[in-house]
């Protein structure tokens, strides 16, 4: 696609349910990467993708959070059990492959937990 | 651990004046710096990528220069518009991580006034 997609652009769950956020990078882009922004709290990392390599979940805040990225393309982000801390923007960035390339973001899952 | 600090948090400037944006980091050894825009409500746009190889990197009105041995990077925006009007955020990627995986840091909120 033209940019990276993620669906849905908002999100309102109530407390303790399940949530599922989707990326879809862009085509062709190997490395994926997931990032939360908080209030206060600034962007942070929570996990990387890159091509058929084992994923760096270094930054999961927590084991309710987990990812996966299906054939090599579209990731999701899922968490458990959410709670009211977990209401952030999700976001999405994908890059051509690893280390020297550019980072480009999609538009961001607003996440409220009720 | 890498830190990756903004000063201003915020900027007002009249429309016309030339914008100063400066980043700094602890860490030295980076991959690259990336600088982005963001608009309210929305995800980031990659404005300008700079390898740790380069000094600096052009594009339009922005220009945007790297000091890695002094961990300091300046985003110059040349006759700001209204329309410049967003909060920029830098973000170092780093040797010692997986990936591209970027530290932000907390972004300069900048108001251009007509």
């Known amino acids: 696609g033209a940019g990276v997609s993620q669906s849905p652009s908002n999100k309102v769950t109530e407390k303790g349910k399940d949530v599922e956020l989707r990326c879809d990078p862009i085509?062709?882009?190997?490395?994926l990467y997931w990032y939360r922004q908080s209030l206060g709290q600034g962007l942070e990392f929570l996990i990387y993708?890159?091509?058929?390599?084992?994923?760096?979940k270094s930054g999961l805040p927590s084991d309710r959070f987990s990812a996966e990225r299906t054939g090599g393309s579209v990731s999701t982000l899922t968490i458990q059990r959410t709670q009211q801390e977990d209401s952030a923007v999700y976001l999405c960035?994908?890059?051509?492959?690893?280390?020297?390339?550019?980072?480009?973001f999609g538009q961001g899952t607003r996440l409220t937990v009720v | 651990k890498q830190e990756v600090t903004q000063i201003p948090a915020a900027l007002s400037v009249p429309e016309g004046e030339n914008l100063v944006l400066n980043c700094s980091f602890t860490?030295?050894?980076?991959?690259?710096l990336q600088w982005f825009r963001q608009d309210p409500g929305k995800g980031l746009t990659s404005l300008l990528l700079?390898?740790?190889?380069?000094r600096e990197q052009t594009s339009g009105r922005l220009n945007a220069s790297l000091d890695k041995s002094s961990g300091r990077s300046t985003l110059y925006i040349a006759a700001s518009q209204p329309g410049d009007s967003a909060t920029y955020l830098c973000?170092?990627?780093?040797?010692?991580?997986?990936?591209?995986?970027?530290?932000f840091g907390g972004g300069t909120r900048v108001l251009v006034k007509p």
């Open positions: 973000a170092v990627g780093m040797i010692k991580a997986a990936g591209n995986k970027l530290t």
């Open positions: 993708f890159q091509g058929n390599s084992a994923p760096d």
């Open positions: 700079i390898q740790s190889s380069q």
């Open positions: 960035a994908s890059s051509l492959e690893g280390r020297t390339t550019e980072a480009f």
């Open positions: 860490d030295s050894a980076i991959y690259n």
């Open positions: 085509s062709g882009h190997t490395a």
